[in-house]
């Protein structure tokens, strides 16, 4: 099938400077046009996606027979080029270009001919397909092993120069932080909690900035913030009930509370080694 | 290739046969038009400054909306269709799934619009938004992400397509004349922008970053769309200039280096000056030892022969995806009691270049982004010098700006009146992973998780410190594009579906409207029947303003 990539977020904001969702589901149930890798319609990049034992087929058919030469991951060895650049590589469809040269061979380079059959030769494509695929899908990349800090440090950090005991307990509310969360998630959070870059409404209300208006006639109304621009502000106040008020300069009067007040601060702080050490302090907590 | 001086001359006379009521005389194109925006900066300089004041400070009250033009892209009735793609099937969007922007600045020439999306443009009246004609490109593939407009000679229009196809149009009835590929699609090139016409020159660029392919620009024929001269962003090969910079041939023809937003130019020098893409692999910089030329770089090449006459590099060795792709901003100043001809821009990185656009040499380099936390300060050059403790690691390494950039893409505006270079801008952070640790890591080699930041803010920037003079924090979103006029005005988008004014003077707010969108591209003015017009794009719709009567 055809597998609408869902590119990186972070990609499309660096390009548009203004960020978006995105979708990322191929129709249920639709069968893609037999060649095409870049369909019609304008979705961007699409890549195939291959079922795991074709792929793992491809593996050993080309470990055995392809990566003496051009390498065990496909990107060139002594003698052959990388493959995963190859526009051979980049412009076949279903193995037909690929296995032209694979049972041709490059004689005037040096390549023999293999004589794969027809599923051979599937399997390999897959396998250099899937090859592109991982290295310009972003979204898809994995973090590697990240736990490089120190938790004893990590631990002085906590306690002492980082601030975070005035509002966190490694024994209440990041009780067992070690047990619930990844290395690479709990590193997240501990730099930014809030999902959405930081921003200033959240769905877990804990970390929803609040928000008190001062009226000119004196009333003061308490809420979560929903948003503020410089003509208008909007919150949920203590009822549930939905208040927006004009804004001009100061009136109405406006204090906002952001609870990520502490993380945003530690940004300007950090060095790469307090995270880290941070992360390895609390992945202890298990 | 090179023009005789003679053959300019016929070129010139030539000119008024051809010439219709629809046409764009060439000479509007070397002035500052009132009557029409004829190129994506509205002209050569990047300034985005009117000297129409009819709009100002004093009645700007009275600004009112004129009409909406609402866009509807994909393969419509009654548009005119091209393209080397499938056909849209019956109940298939032709739309894309970042969500219809007017990201182009429409050109306007003879009380036309002329407007893109991805895959379509648009021609529209000018004083009443009513559209004339619709042209959709069948695709190929290639990220949907933006266009940013057409470029013009005489009678014939100029777009390029994400399947990097360099499209031009007859602008009376928008049918096809002829398409050229520029780049290969399968390789993950994809073309975001505008072509710009100088002379008899098309200058065309294109982008992609996924699969690590090397930048250029090219120089089209607008008759015919044959190539004039192409320039590579890095050398070809070893002992070409700027090899030195890179360990290998292979690391500098897989470099990027790509040439993603229209450039300026200076009539008297001849020169064209565009930004350069990062290089590739993206953010993971370990088969590419070295500065890496000419990638994040402002170049100045001239527009005759495409030879580079000069480069400024903002970012060596960048692993940050910081392209230098913002707009190179032409203008003329004093610098040490001497008029010079300078190129300021504010950069992706966080850093305020100011240049000598004669020479490439720098006057200021200044981090106008407090978070920045890259750099450790510039050289004797003015070259930033990279913290390489700050380039990706596995273990995740806290840096500002975010790959985003303290700016971006949209363009920025100079008026000479306040000598203040205004931008919008992001204080950001992220955590930056490298993923790919093989010797010849591919794509980006990292991935990032954003951090949260300090906002966005429009500041004002003293062009001779890069020192910010004012700044507006911006409550919700970051701006677009920006526009400076004679009326002492400057608009903006404010990141929350508001088109704003500000003085210019000091970013106190005159006036705004609710646009039910943010503005995406740059606003832009015009003089027609008496009449100032300023027209913003924000969302799939395009607004007109003109005062009250």
């Known amino acids: 099938m055809i597998h609408f990539v869902k590119p990186c977020r972070v990609a499309l904001v660096l390009l548009s400077g203004i960020g978006f969702q995105m979708m990322a589901q191929a129709p249920p149930g639709q069968t ?49 080029p990388d493959l995963l650049r190859s526009l051979t590589v980049l412009h076949d469809e279903n193995g037909e270009m690929i296995g032209k040269v694979v049972l041709n061979g490059r004689p005037d380079k040096g390549m023999p001919k293999f004589g794969f059959g027809p599923e051979q030769i599937a399997d390999i494509s897959a396998f250099l397909h899937d090859g592109v695929r991982a290295a310009a899908e972003r979204g898809t990349y994995k973090i590697l092993d990240i736990m490089v800090g120190d938790a004893k440090a990590g631990q002085a950090y906590f306690n002492g120069a980082g601030g975070c005991t005035s509002c966190h307990s490694v024994t ?20 930014m909690p809030r999902e959405g870059r930081g921003r200033r409404t959240a769905s877990d209300k804990a970390m929803a900035v609040t928000v008190t208006v001062t009226l000119p006639s004196g009333e003061v109304v308490n809420g979560i913030l929903n948003r503020m621009d410089d003509f208008a502000i909007s919150l949920v106040d203590q009822n549930g009930d939905y208040r927006s008020f004009s804004r001009d300069g100061d009136v109405p009067k406006v204090e906002l509370h952001d609870p990520m007040n502490a993380h945003t601060a530690l940004l300007k702080r950090y060095t790469d080694a307090d995270i880290h050490n941070l992360t390895a302090y609390l992945e202890t907590l298990k | 290739m090179k023009i005789a001086p003679a053959a300019l001359a016929v070129c010139m006379t030539a000119w008024p046969a051809l010439l219709t009521a629809q046409a764009l005389d060439p000479a509007l194109l070397l002035k500052q038009p009132t009557n029409a925006w004829p190129t994506y900066n509205g002209d050569y300089s990047g300034r985005r400054f009117s000297t129409l004041d009819q709009i100002n400070q004093a009645n700007i009250k009275n600004l009112n909306l004129a009409w909406i033009y609402h866009a509807v892209p994909g393969e419509t009735p009654g548009a005119k269709v091209g393209g080397e793609g499938e056909p849209t099937k019956p109940g298939e969007s032709a739309g894309n799934p970042f969500g219809v922007s007017i990201k182009a600045t429409p050109l306007m020439v003879n009380g036309v619009l002329y407007l893109t999306t991805p895959d379509n443009t648009w021609a529209v009246d000018a004083r009443t938004g009513a559209e004339l004609w619709h042209y959709f490109w069948r695709t190929r593939g290639g990220i949907h992400i933006g266009n940013r407009g057409v470029g013009m000679y005489g009678n014939w229009l100029y777009f390029e397509t994400p399947d990097n196809y360099v499209v031009s149009l007859d602008a009376k009835t928008g049918k096809e004349r002829w398409h050229k590929e520029i780049a290969d699609v399968k390789q993950e090139y994809f073309s975001t922008s505008s072509p710009i016409v100088v002379g008899n020159h098309v200058i065309v660029g294109t982008g992609g970053d996924s699969l690590d392919v090397p930048g250029f620009l090219e120089s089209l024929d607008p008759e015919t769309g044959d190539m004039q001269w192409k320039w590579w962003s890095e050398p070809l090969k070893k002992g070409d200039p700027g090899s030195e910079s890179w360990p290998d041939e292979n690391s500098m023809r897989h470099g990027g280096g ?106 200021v380099s200044y981090p106008f982004l407090e978070t920045m936390n890259w750099s450790k300060g510039v050289d004797a050059t003015g070259r930033p010098i990279p913290n390489i403790a700050k380039e990706p690691q596995v273990s995740g390494v806290l840096v500002s700006p975010p790959s985003g950039g303290a700016t971006n893409w949209p363009p920025p505006s100079f008026d000479p009146e306040t000598g203040l270079f205004y931008v919008g801008t992001s204080a950001s952070y992220s955590v930056f992973y490298l993923t790919d640790t093989d010797p010849h890591p591919e794509g980006y080699g990292a991935a990032e998780r954003a951090s949260g930041g300090l906002g966005n803010t429009l500041r004002a920037i003293d062009y001779k410190t890069g020192k910010t003079v004012w700044r507006h924090d911006l409550p919700g979103g970051g701006t677009a594009g920006l526009l400076t006029t004679a009326g002492h005005l400057l608009f903006a988008g404010d990141g929350s579906q508001h088109l704003v004014a500000f003085d210019p003077s000091n970013g106190k707010i005159l006036w705004h409207a609710g646009l039910g969108s943010n503005v995406a591209n740059g606003p832009e003015t015009y003089m027609l029947d008496g009449k100032q017009y300023l027209v913003v794009g924000a969302g799939d719709n395009l607004y007109a303003f003109t005062l009250a009567q």
């Not at chain 2, 960048?318 to 901003?329: F, I, K, L, N, R």
Request: proline share 6%; charged share 20%.
């Open chain 1, 32 to 80: 893609p046009p037999a060649p095409a890798r870049h369909v019609g319609g304008g979705l961007g990049s699409e890549y195939k996606a291959y079922d795991a034992a074709t792929l793992e087929r491809g593996k050993k058919t080309y470990t055995a027979n392809c990566a003496f030469c051009h390498g065990g991951n496909a990107k060139g060895g002594e003698s052959g």
């Open chain 1, 172 to 191: 209440g509310d990041l009780a067992h932080a070690g047990s619930k969360y990844e290395p690479v998630d709990l590193q997240q959070k501990i730099v």
């Open chain 2, 258 to 363: 790509m040439t993603w937003i229209p450039g300026t130019y200076d009539p008297e020098l001849k020169l064209y000056y565009v930004g350069t893409g990062n290089p590739n692999p993206v953010m993971a910089g370990q088969s590419r030892h070295g500065d890496d030329l000419y990638t994040c770089s402002i170049v100045a090449l001239d527009i005759d022969t495409g030879k580079l006459k000069w480069y400024f590099q903002t970012s060596p060795h960048d692993t940050h995806d910081w392209d230098a792709a913002q707009t190179p901003v032409l203008l003329d100043g004093v610098i040490d009691g001497k008029p010079r001809k300078l190129l300021a821009q504010a950069n992706r990185n966080g850093y305020f270049f100011l240049l000598d656009r004669e020479t490439g040499k720098n006057l």
